[in-house]
């Protein structure tokens, strides 16, 4: 580590302004019956609430509906300081819901994304794409930023990479799906940073045309290779992932691990990127692995947040790097999550209970 050029250098004042999967997370562990852990989620709500977090400025961009998921989204969103101003709250609009079903293995925690109400059996909200005439109305008032996340293609977020890249933003795309459609080449040439799963898009060399690959191997680790200014790309190197002490839920562990490598490469825009070194791009790398490691021993998407408080996170993923061994808690909570039922949250529960 290299003080305040390492990966955990605090932030100073950077923006992050992202746009995709922006849903209202529901976790259950058990019954359904009583009140629920209720989170904002989604993978861009998800890191660019991480991000608030870390001490950045986020801005997430997204259509909600006018109902009690939203409100509960924006609560949680709000109380780690996310600046709510673009989410736009809309009678055109349903609030995407998740449910995340968490059981045991043995000794590990197993979970399972659901669509459907458990309740009442309908399917749930899924994600929309933001509408282009949006962007429009927005140009003026979002702000330049270091760093636009954007894990859905659409002509809105297309749109709006566009516009950050020619003020010098670092541009990450995290597809969740290959396509061959025009705006999905297109995400992938606006790009400076393009991160995917293997378990959803097979084939490496996907993001050939931007400066730094991420392909994530799950519990076998990542592979990555960037391409320096004189433009000759390296090859593929291979890191082994971090020891997770006890497995309770690996749910969002991505999430945290693009946030790790946001924090660390993406302060200083899409320049500061191109000047970091072989070594800095590795540091930056580890840092999200340590990050998605530590998450596993935590429920929900963004439970570690709920667990430990910044400076004990940034203390712990310091040692870890350095290979100390450490046995940290997940059993305290510091912060509550937003709680409720899904009689109150589902749609279609909420109608059949008016009636």
């Not at 986020?58 to 101003?85: K, Q, Y």
């Not at 712990?316 to 808690?329: F, H, P, Q, T, Y």
């Not at 909570?333 to 109608?351: G, W």
Request: some cysteine.
């Amino acid at each position: 580590m290299r003080g305040d050029s390492g990966p955990l250098r605090e932030a100073s004042n950077p923006t992050c302004i992202g746009t995709g999967l922006i849903a209202l997370d529901v976790l259950i562990n058990g019954t359904t019956d009583g009140l629920l852990h209720l989170w904002a989620g989604g993978s861009c709500g998800n890191v660019l609430t991480i991000l608030s977090y870390m001490g950045w400025q986020s801005f997430p961009i997204a259509d909600l509906g006018e109902d009690r998921a939203s409100e509960n989204l924006l609560n949680d969103m709000r109380r780690w300081n996310v600046n709510t101003a673009f989410l736009h709250r809309t009678r055109r609009a349903v609030t995407p819901i998740i449910i995340e079903r968490l059981s045991s293995n043995g000794n590990s925690g197993v979970h399972e994304f659901k669509f459907k109400c458990p309740v009442c059996g309908s399917f749930l909200p899924r994600n929309r794409p933001l509408p282009y005439e949006r962007v429009q109305e927005m140009a003026r008032e979002v702000p330049a930023a270091s760093v636009f996340y954007f894990d859905r293609v659409s002509s809105a977020a297309v749109e709006l990479a566009k516009l950050q890249r020619s003020k010098g933003a670092l541009i990450v795309f995290e597809p969740c799906k290959q396509s061959k459609m025009r705006l999905f080449k297109e995400s992938l040439e606006i790009a400076h940073v393009v991160k995917y799963s293997r378990d959803q898009i097979h084939v490496a060399g996907l993001g050939h045309g931007a400066f730094l690959e991420i392909q994530t191997l799950g519990n076998e680790g990542l592979k990555y290779r960037f391409e320096r200014i004189n433009g000759k790309c390296h090859e593929w190197k291979k890191m082994s992932a971090f020891r997770v002490s006890k497995l309770i839920d690996a749910a969002g562990a991505g999430d945290w691990c693009t946030a790790g490598i946001i924090h660390a490469t993406g302060q200083d825009g899409a320049q500061g990127l191109s000047e970091k070194s072989p070594q800095e791009i590795e540091e930056a790398l580890k840092f999200g692995q340590v990050l998605a490691a530590m998450k596993c021993g935590c429920e929900g998407a963004r439970g570690l947040m709920y667990n430990l408080r910044k400076g004990e996170l940034q203390s712990i993923a310091c040692r870890l790097m350095k290979g100390e061994n450490v046995d940290w808690s997940s059993s305290k909570i510091v912060y509550e999550s937003e709680k409720d039922s899904l009689r109150n949250v589902c749609p279609s529960c909420v109608v059949n209970g008016a009636r």
